[in-house]
């Protein structure tokens, strides 16, 4: 019999299965044998999209199908007043009512040749944590995919911590759809009662140490372990090329272009931009005469095509807009319709910052390469991360505050910000801010760094 495998289970949303993946290769990169199980779709995704890890590390994972039925995948909605991707709900609906059965197959035959079965599961995947229960030989831990920070203020609005950084909690019901709360509550019932060895953590001291002894302090963690192991997503060097992978064009283009010159725009994969809002950011990307690379896609359905997403088959809905923007703005700077190998343009020399909508991995992965973030929050836990990176962090500046999310922003104001970050002296203490964190975060992954002594410890704990 086996020693110890790992199960884990992701919630199927991209910043939540790139996480666990990244988590996983470096467990199994420990020599753990590792499963990673999600819908068949979302298997597909995390493996097409991941970047910065050997295709060879990547194939030590062993990946299972949580078989879903058939559930709608409607467009995405960018009409929505939270902001909020409501269109993904089926999916979310389909998966907690019907991964539970395959999920707990999975853990039975793991478990009859292994002496411990440890499921790492997504907070937002808490039925893992009662399947785990169910095993003879089961520990589950969950996988915060959120900044620690964010426990911190949702319980308590008016903390210290807050009010010393004049920091504001959006109240959940403003961020997210009342379906998804709902989501929520139903998903953490399913555990209750179910034994968790603790929490691992995506963030760092150097990012949240105050937040991580706060969170500690809380009578819910009594008996468990906490380990802030972040970043978990490559460290890259500038230029560097992942093995066995093509190179993007865009890298390439970099590779021309003076350093730290290049604004990178990108909303992630949950947020879709009104035509005239995505008229007015060309018009503030053009008039600002800055370099860019500027990634407009629509929000991930349901299921995603990766391999047509991959070939960019999709015509933007964009097209007539970006016809005419991109000849204007030749040789400038660059638009992207597909994916985009974010990681590597955050690690090349050329980018200068990263305006996002400030999901939590994004903000991991810019602040790890010690890039300054142009703050645009959309929903669920973006406005904390915003509050968190220009307030308490001072590592970016404030595009679009949520209470305007339901109005254009016009041109001039985004040029503004834009021209703020880029030339002028606050921008510049902004990103020398930023590079200085950045140091900090990759000296904590490195030996001897706090992240590096949980992670070990986390291995310890569960092989123990």
Known sequence: MESVAVVAVPFPAQGHLNTLLHLSLRLASCGLPVHYAAPAPHVRQARARVH?????????????????????????????????????????????????????????????????????????????????????????????????????????????????????????????????????ARTWDDCQGAAVGGMVLNTCRALEGEFIDEEAKSPEYTGQKIFAVGPLNPLLDAGART?????????????????????????????????????????????????????????????TDVVHEEEGADESRHATMLSEFTTQTEGTGLVITGWAPQLEILAHDATAAFMSHCGWNSTMESLSYGKP?????????????????????????????????????????IREVIEKAMVSEEGLQTRKRAEKLGESIRASVAEGGSSHKDLEEFIAHITR
Request: hydrophobic share 45%; net charge negative; proline share 9%.
């Open 243 to 303: 093995p066995g992978q093509p190179r993007h064009d865009c890298l390439d283009w970099l590779d021309r272009q003076p350093p730290a010159s290049v604004l990178y725009v990108s909303f992630g994969t949950t947020s879709t931009l009104l035509a005239e809002q995505a008229a007015e950011m060309a018009a503030a990307l053009r008039d600002s005469k800055q370099r860019f690379i500027w990634v407009l896609r629509d929000a991930d359905r349901g299921v």
């Open 52 to 184: 910065g890890w050997d295709p060879r590390a990547v194939s030590s994972i062993r990946f299972h199908d949580l078989d879903l039925p058939a559930y709608e995948h409607p467009p995405p909605d960018p009409t929505v007043p939270t902001c909020f991707p409501s269109h993904l709900l089926p999916l979310l609906n389909a998966f907690v009512a019907h991964a539970r059965a395959p999920l707990a197959g999975l853990l039975e035959r793991v478990s009859a040749s292994h002496r411990r079965v440890v499921v790492l599961y997504d907070r937002l995947s808490s039925f893992a944590a009662a399947e785990a229960a169910r095993l003879p030989n089961g520990e589950a831990f969950c996988m915060q995919c959120v900044a620690v920070s964010y426990n911190v203020a949702i319980k308590d609005a008016g903390h210290r911590l807050l009010r010393d950084h004049d920091m504001v909690f959006h109240p959940v019901d403003v961020c997210m759809s009342e379906e998804f709360n709902e989501y929520i």
């Open 373 to 413: 973030i142009l703050a645009w929050p959309m929903h669920s836990d973006q406005p904390w991360d915003a509050e968190l990176i220009c307030k308490y962090l001072k590592a970016g500046l404030l595009v679009r505050p949520l209470e305007k999310r339901s109005t254009v922003v016009p041109s001039e104001a």
